[in-house]
């Protein structure tokens, strides 16, 4: 690190060369400054501070945008590095900037002066502190001093929001003060304005006094209660919104003033923005305070059931999901649905939100969780036909709360399915058999109440299959993944429908990596949880998908597929469909045989090389010698040796076929003996 005389010297070279009329030499006099600082090769005396902070300042105003950009970053590095004194100065100045400059000049002060709150050095408390008590008031003053509809607005706002959001704890004796500027930018009637207020106003309640956040309520709701008009309410249910989400525990004492409020709005407004934004107070209200919100929650199923289906533009006919499960390679319901598009049309809006308070009310209700399976699982099945695809999405996540939450109180079905060597008699659940000592009385009440849905609802999923949307497709194969794991052994009767959908997703080249997985990961799920026996007929089919899976490009499919084929091993077996076992292992000796590739998909080759050999030997003769030789040569690589041991013990044990290793033990031995001595103690056992 240079002395500080060294640093002074440099430094007045540097402010020199920022002097000077050619603007390369200005940039890089700057660039070389903040260098110098972020590396801690400079030391900076007072007078070098006053200097530096003082041309940087004066480089905001530079006729070169990018000299004025790179001060502007350079401002921050040096907040970083100065004292007190000099960081009071900077502020002070870009304060004076902002309201008394240029345009052009308040845009870049405005800018440096976010630069530095969001550089100031968070573990110096107490410099922090003093220099925001002194910057705030500042700001307050110029939301006072500046037009309503100057665009500085804007940025002063920003900048309080930041550093209440940041440091408001440390400012609690400028709340008061803030809190009356930040009011009044509410009663003004730019949008962006407002927006920006109520998020300060957010970050500020979730810190400040009780007594400020109790009189900052006060205010809030008798504004919503004397508001006229749709754009007014908004703003305050807005603003409740945002109070909610940052200060849920101290807001749920406020419930029974704004709930009722806020329901009497939402059942009469007739504009959809509005609306929508009394639905997000609904769910945010759901979410921070489930108890206080149990009161209302008849009034609000009410109100998210009328608007779930609230779509006054199209015409759904009653008979649209028997015909639509003809759809062909042609046009689709959802294009037919874009006939009916129209851009004014906001009603989508509505339907979303009531979706995500839907979602709500199922997240935060667990203990009624059969209850929101009988009232709103059927509602949500019906509308897997929304022609919105941002709604339909939410209407899916909305489902797939419902198994989420099935599968807490649930955690492993798998385990409590019925086995063949359990004494005592199964109960049926849907198409499933489970053990009766294996479930309690509420997870049986549960599993029994989503089972009574599966029909309806795998009906709706499959049709929805066969939508072009990649969405919507995958969400469809994530929904059937978390519902196979709630209720294992539930889609043998619907194999026949889904796995065309499946090999598309997989086959298809237009299809993206997300969806191959999703798809795969669905059919891993199937093949874990349902009899082998059910998957006769469809094996060359699924032996199709998973070995374009595995020769796929992108290593995560590849590695997809080659844990399919894994899984596969025990159904070829069952099913007695050896014939079909060398062309898939053809794909899994490809990847097995190359050395650069991903680390995951050699693992899953090796493993599943090792299953294959060790189960059928018999049925690939040719390709059983090369794999023992391969598996030696993985045995000397670091990075896959465990992994090939483990895929040796599986043919070593393997009986049935007896695999002679003669060829290799002269090799084998000696490296194994070796693995012996060796500190790694997963090796070694």
């Not at 970053?73 to 907040?79: A, D, E, I, N, R």
């Not at 209720?487 to 997300?514: E, H």
């Amino acid at each position: 690190m240079a002395t500080t005389a060294t640093s002074a010297y440099h430094v007045a070279q540097l402010i020199d060369k920022m002097m000077s009329v050619d603007k390369d030499y200005r940039f890089m006099a700057v660039n070389d400054l903040m260098r110098e600082l972020q590396t801690n090769n400079m030391r900076l005396d007072d007078d070098s501070e006053k200097k530096v902070v003082r041309m940087l300042i004066r480089l905001l105003d530079d006729n070169n945008g990018e000299v004025q950009n790179l001060a502007v970053k350079c401002l921050g590095t040096v907040t970083q590095r100065v004292k007190e004194a000099q960081a009071e100065t900077l502020v002070d100045a870009l304060c004076s900037m902002m309201v008394a400059g240029s345009d052009s000049l308040r845009d870049v002060s405005s800018i440096a002066l976010k630069t530095v709150v969001g550089h100031l050095p968070v573990g110096n408390t107490v410099f922090v502190t003093n220099l925001m008590k002194r910057l705030v008031p500042k700001l307050n003053a110029a939301l006072e001093q500046t037009k309503p509809n100057d665009s500085v607005r804007l940025e002063v706002v920003d900048i309080i929001g930041d550093v209440l959001s940041r440091f408001g704890s440390l400012i609690t004796s400028v709340h008061k003060d803030t809190q009356k500027v930040l009011l009044e930018q509410l009663l003004l009637e730019r949008p962006a304005l407002k927006k920006k207020s109520t998020i300060a106003l957010g970050a500020m309640m979730s810190v400040c006094s009780h007594e400020l956040f109790k009189d900052t309520m006060d205010v809030f709701i008798a504004r919503l209660g004397d508001a006229k008009g749709s754009h007014s309410i908004r703003t305050y249910v807005v603003a409740l919104t945002c109070v909610a989400k940052t200060s849920g525990s101290r807001f749920s004492d406020y419930i029974s003033r704004v709930a009722p409020k806020i329901l009497d709005q939402v059942e009469t407004a007739d504009d959809d923005e509005l609306k929508e934004a009394l639905l997000q107070a609904l769910e945010t209200f759901t979410y921070r305070c489930p108890r206080e919100m149990a009161t209302y929650q008849d009034r609000v199923l009410k109100i998210v059931t009328a608007d779930l289906t609230y779509d006054p533009n199209y015409s759904y006919s009653d008979d649209e999901d028997e015909s639509s499960m003809e759809v062909g390679e042609g046009d689709t319901d959802e294009e037919d649905a874009e006939d009916y598009s129209d851009d004014d049309d906001m009603s989508w809006k509505v339907r979303r939100a009531s979706a995500k308070t839907i979602e709500a009310m199922i997240v935060s209700r667990r203990d009624q969780l059969p209850l929101s399976v009988q009232t709103l699982g059927p509602l949500l099945i019906s509308r897997l036909r929304e022609r919105e695809e941002n709604v339909r999405i939410d209407i899916y996540n909305a489902y797939i709360a419902i198994l989420s939450q099935a599968r807490l109180v649930v955690p492993n079905a798998l385990a409590a399915v019925h086995k063949d060597d359990d004494v005592e008699e199964p109960i049926k659940i849907g198409t499933t058999l489970f053990s009766p000592s294996a479930l309690s009385g509420e997870q049986q009440q549960l599993l029994e109440a989503i089972a009574e849905q599966s029909e309806p609802l795998l009906k709706a999923v499959m049709k929805q299959l066969r939508l072009k949307s990649p969405r919507t497709r995958s969400l469809s194969f994530e929904l059937l993944a978390n519902f196979v794991r709630t209720l294992p052994g539930s889609l043998a009767s619907f194999l026949p429908g889904l796995l065309p959908g499946l090999s598309n997703a997989v086959l298809d080249r237009a299809s993206g990596a997300p969806m191959k997985i999703d798809a795969l990961s669905l059919l891993s799920r199937i093949i874990k949880s349902h009899d082998h026996s059910v998957f006769a007929p469809h094996l060359p089919n699924i032996v199709e998908l998973t070995v374009s899976a595995i020769r796929d490009n992108f290593y995560k499919v590849s590695a997809e597929g080659l844990g399919v084929a894994s899984q596969l091993v025990p159904v070829i077996r069952d099913c007695g469909a050896g014939k079909l076992v060398p062309s898939l292992y053809d794909s899994i000796f490809e990847k097995l045989k190359i050395n650069d590739i991903d680390q995951e998909v050699k693992e899953r080759a090796i493993y599943a090389a090792g299953l294959y050999v060790a189960t059928f030997a018999d049925d690939m003769p040719s390709m059983v010698s090369t794999t023992l030789e391969l598996m030696v040569e993985r045995l000397r690589n670091e990075m896959t040796r465990l992994y090939a041991v483990r895929a040796l013990i599986m043919i070593v044990e393997s009986r049935t076929p007896l695999v002679d290793l003669s060829a290799i033990a002269p090799v084998l031995l000696p490296i194994i003996t070796d693995f012996l001595r060796k500190n790694s103690r997963a090796l070694r056992v």
